[in-house]
T-cell receptor, first 113, second 111 residues
Framework: DAGVTQTPRHEVAEKGQTIILKCEPV?????LFWYRQTKIQGLELLSY????????DGGAFKDRFKAEMLNSSFSTLKIQPTEPKDSAVYLC???????????FGEGSRLIVV | GQQVQQSPASLVLQEGENAELQCNFS?????MQWFYQRPGGSLVSLFY???GTKHSGRLTSTTVIKERRSSLHISSSQTTDSGTYLC?????????????FGKGTKLSVKS
């Protein structure tokens, strides 16, 4: 079985650009999460979907971050417009249901200049 | 304040030595999860441990709710154990969506 797949693995963007990160969860998983990881803040939850419905959208990230799940096997995270402080690793994770093991993707490393 | 505190922040070992990583928490807990992250890579789940002791090869996780702590013990460390170990607290009544992650322990095992 394929794990969580994220693309692109690396992205360099200029300030003000729009960036779309993509995630394919483990087949059959109902829960999907987007996290941001930085050295200072660690892992922060951006969005949480259950059966394609947005359950949490990480209050502090609302204004320029938008996650969508168009179908059960694909999700996107749009950052618009990007700022240098958005430079981080963006991780997607999925689980079968609440309380089950979380499976993480390799992450998308974003650098905004 | 921070709900989950991990210690130490970093640790350097000689191959063969044991390691004890700690996670202290300040809120009520449903379970503690432990993850391993290789340099530049994804997180891999090691343990889902609501209480007591669990073993997996050279790894042992112990969660003591009364003392508000969870530990990860690595015995006979190997260079391939190098990476970052993160604990994540799942609060009472919560789910993976409410996980609070520690800042991690960066482990380096030298040959």
């Amino acid at each position: 079985d394929a794990g969580v797949t994220q693309t692109p693995r690396h992205e360099v963007a200029e300030k003000g650009q729009t960036i779309i990160l993509k995630c394919e969860p483990v087949s059959g998983h109902n829960d999907l999460f987007w996290y941001r990881q930085t050295k200072i803040q660690g892992l922060e939850l951006l969005s949480y979907f259950r059966s394609k419905s947005l359950m949490e959208d990480g209050g502090a990230f609302k204004d320029r971050f938008k996650a969508e799940m168009l179908n059960s096997s694909f999700s996107t995270l749009k950052i618009q417009p990007t700022e240098p402080k958005d430079s981080a690793v963006y991780l997607c994770a999925s689980s079968l249901m609440a309380g089950n093991t979380l499976y993480f993707g390799e992450g998308s490393r974003l650098i905004v200049v | 304040g921070q709900q989950v505190q991990q210690s130490p922040a970093s640790l350097v070992l000689q191959e063969g030595e044991n390691a004890e990583l700690q996670c202290n928490f300040s809120t009520s807990l449903n379970s503690m999860q432990w993850f391993y992250q290789r340099p530049g890579g994804s997180l891999v789940s090691l343990f889902y441990n609501p209480s007591g002791t669990k073993h997996s090869g050279r790894l042992t996780s112990t969660t003591v709710i009364k003392e508000r702590r969870s530990s990860l013990h690595i015995s006979s460390s190997q260079t391939t154990d190098s990476g970052t170990y993160l604990c994540a607290l799942e609060p009472s009544g919560g789910s993976n969506a409410k996980l609070t992650f520690g800042k991690g322990t960066k482990l380096s095992v030298k040959s």
